[in-house]
């Protein structure tokens, strides 16, 4: 019996019910967004805030007789060198002008006193700051796209390990404010374009200038912030190619300053700091150059392991022969290809390839070969453009449209753990790796493992534990105490000279280790030969052989090699005196006397050529001479307590109380 349908009723079809909708995720309030990048810093950061000083940090902060004058010197730091190094450290040069990273420790030392904490601290505040600058500028840029796509890059950026470097190093805080100085003049110059007032054009070449003297790495944004523009607002190219000339000016005015008031002032770099330096050939410096490139695509996907130096020979110079280089080619001209082809589609992955490509090629060595060969560091700016393409990979990988506004609870928990997932594990490696910057020591004894084909970076761990071995020794440490420490530091100086045989002042601290900690004559006067014979104008070497020479009685040897450093540096005073000593074992004491009375001319407060002459006047019987020369040396330096008992027991048998009295009251200030 067919149903029949009722007046007043309708006929309801199941089956064309409509399916109900899945749920869209739950909005955020964008101030969410902002507290979780800011704890992030905090959480990813905070155990620096515990660290002392490292790598590097005496040239800005610790010990620097600049820093050290607080505010007031900062009108100095604004018209001197960012660096200057001494003579173990490469040689006497300054270089560089990166005054406003620098003021900035000279302001927290007039406000916290030293304080290694308090300048993490403000590290980690300045990194947190660029996660939320950098969140701002990115949902302005994408505000067409999901929220998810740039705080996803803005946290994979936070948590990736390459960036421990440039955190957990003070000395590289100049990196830190050199990227807010370009991220603020990007965030000016939208305001510029939004308003079309003019006082933003003039904040964002402030901003750029501030981040240009804090380093000149942000130059690529000549070709950055055009190339923001264009991808992601309707700005026209008369307006962009005005940007670019303000911005370029600006890089002319701040190269144009220092000329001014420093001169022209070059860091000259060693073979060991990077090959590429000293006349290689086009097919050497191409295939290099795409190793360091795919060595930098590999850190960026596999951050282990992360060190404090490269150098030769952790990159070896390679030619067009090596497969790999054309694998990196490969690799490279494929994204540049791709990048370029997407290019008027404006793609957000183009864009990303095109920032990184941009920010690195400085860094690849084909252009100008950079200290180190490669570095961390150098990969600071350019991850951002890695962090966006992995963002937009993931929303890829459910095949959603970055500029869907909507999108299901569902994926995007899915979302989110995919997120975890790669953040989690780089979050561990970041927090794990900020202890190894806990001290410069610290930092070498956690990456020497890895690096036994640096030869710089073996050289300068040797030194540096020879020095603190030297200290030990200097406060009464017995000598077979430091003998396993020692043996350490040896080690490292023999692992320097294998991967680099023609690096003298390996040689050298070799030489230097056998005699100072081991007093081992003979083995220290075979390195400190191989140091002349590698470099015949090294006048560190010569003076240790002829100080060797001199302390086993070789006196002839001995001024043979004191001579010959006197040629290679006139008037070095210590070698002055020392072959004055020798001049008067062998009874030159004329050649002794002169050395001693042009030193006094050059150090009249040096204390050595006084007691020197006189030990030279008693040898030739004239007391009278020597006593005064004993008193000179006395004023000069009036805490030498035996000298100052010496003269009190002489004036006492001379019967002259009153002078007896005084020098007997020096010594008792000596001793206080």
């Known amino acids: 019996m067919k149903s029949k349908i009722q007046p007043g009723t309708t006929s309801v079809n199941k089956s064309a019910q409509p399916m109900p909708q899945k749920q869209p995720a739950k909005a955020l309030n964008v101030r969410v967004y ?88 403000i590290n980690l505040l300045l990194y947190a700051l660029t996660g939320l600058l950098l969140f701002s500028i990115l949902t302005k840029l994408l505000k067409k796209h999901h929220i998810m796509l740039p705080f996803l890059t803005v946290v994979f950026f936070m948590v990736h390990p390459l960036h421990t470097e440039v955190v957990a190093s003070l000395k590289n805080r100049e990196e830190l404010l050199s990227f807010l100085g370009a991220l603020g003049s990007i965030n000016f110059f939208m305001k510029w374009h939004e308003t079309t007032k003019k006082r933003f054009v003039f904040w964002a070449l402030f901003s750029f200038a501030l981040g240009y003297l804090s380093k000149v790495n942000i130059m690529t944004f000549i070709f950055i912030i055009p190339l923001i523009f264009w991808y992601f607002t309707d700005t026209k190219p008369q307006k962009l190619l005005i940007t670019s000339l303000m911005v370029i000016g600006v890089i002319a005015l701040m190269v144009l300053i220092p000329r001014v008031l420093l001169g022209t002032a070059v860091r000259p770099m060693q073979f060991i700091e990077n090959p590429l330096q000293f006349d290689p050939t086009l097919p050497e410096r191409l295939g290099t150059s795409m ?9 960026l996907v596999f951050p282990h392991p992360l060190l404090f130096y490269y150098g030769f020979n952790m990159i070896p110079v390679t030619t067009l022969g090596n497969p790999m280089v054309w694998l990196s080619f490969a690799i490279h001209a494929g994204l540049f290809g791709y990048a370029l082809f997407t290019i008027r589609r404006k793609s957000i992955l183009s ?26 560091r150098f990969l ?43 953040s989690i594990p780089a979050a561990a490696k970041t927090i794990d790796r900020n202890k190894d910057w806990k001290s410069e020591m610290s930092l070498y004894e956690a990456d020497m493992p890895y690096l036994e084909k640096s030869a710089k970076a073996n050289f300068i761990y040797a030194t540096n534990l020879r020095s603190s071995i030297v200290e030990r020794l200097k406060s009464g440490v017995p000598r077979q105490d430091i003998i396993p420490e020692a043996n ?52 560190a070497a010569f003076y240790n052989l002829g100080y060797t020479y001199q302390v086993t009685g070789q006196f002839e040897k001995s001024v043979e090699n004191y001579e010959k450093a006197l040629e290679l540096e006139p008037w070095e005073v ?5 072959l004055s000593v020798v001049y008067g074992k062998t009874g030159e004491l ?30 030739q019987g004239d007391n009278l001479t020597a006593l005064g020369y004993f008193e000179k040396a006395l004023e000069v330096n009036p805490n030498n307590f035996n000298l100052s008992m010496r003269l009190n027991d002489y004036y006492k048998k001379a019967g002259d109380s009153l002078k007896a009295e005084y020098y007997l009251d020096i010594a008792r200030k000596a001793q206080r």
Request: include cysteine; charged fraction near 15%.
């Open 34 to 121: 902002y507290l979780i990048i800011a704890a992030l810093a905090f959480v990813l950061y905070g155990n620096t805030i515990s660290n002392n000083y490292s790598l590097d940090d005496s040239y800005v902060t610790s010990n620097n007789p600049v820093v050290e004058q607080g505010i007031k010197a900062i009108p100095l730091i604004f018209t001197s060198n960012y660096i200057t190094m001494n003579a173990e450290e490469g040689g006497q040069h300054s270089y560089g002008y990166r005054p406003v990273a620098k003021a900035t420790f000279a302001i927290e030392r007039s406000l916290f006193g030293e304080n290694p904490q308090m300048s993490h601290f």
């Open 574 to 578: 210590r070698t002055m005196s020392n």
């Open 351 to 376: 864009f990303a390839i095109l920032f990184y490509l941009i920010n690195i090629g400085i860094f690849s060595n084909l252009l100008a070969p950079p200290t180190g060969i490669v570095a961390e």
């Open 488 to 539: 350490t530091s040896i080690l490292h100086f023999k692992r320097a000279v294998a991967v680099y045989p023609q690096y003298p002042d390996a040689w050298n601290n070799l030489g230097e280790s056998f005699l100072l900690l081991l007093n081992e004559a003979d083995s220290s006067i075979k390195y400190f030969e191989k140091a002349v014979e590698v470099n015949p104008e090294l006048h």
């Open 291 to 299: 190793m360091v490139l795919l060595f930098y695509l590999k850190m």
């Open 380 to 422: 600071y700016i350019a991850s951002l453009g890695f962090c966006l393409a992995l963002a937009y990979g993931i929303f890829k990988l459910f095949r959603l449209e970055t500029s869907e506004k909507v999108i299901p609870a569902k994926v995007i928990a899915w979302m989110a753990g995919i997120a975890l997932v790669i």
């Open 590 to 619: 004329e050649k002794a006397i002169k050395l001693n009375e042009d030193i006094i001319k050059i150090e009249p407060t040096m204390e050595a050529p006084y007691l020197n002459l006189a030990s030279f006047a008693i040898k």
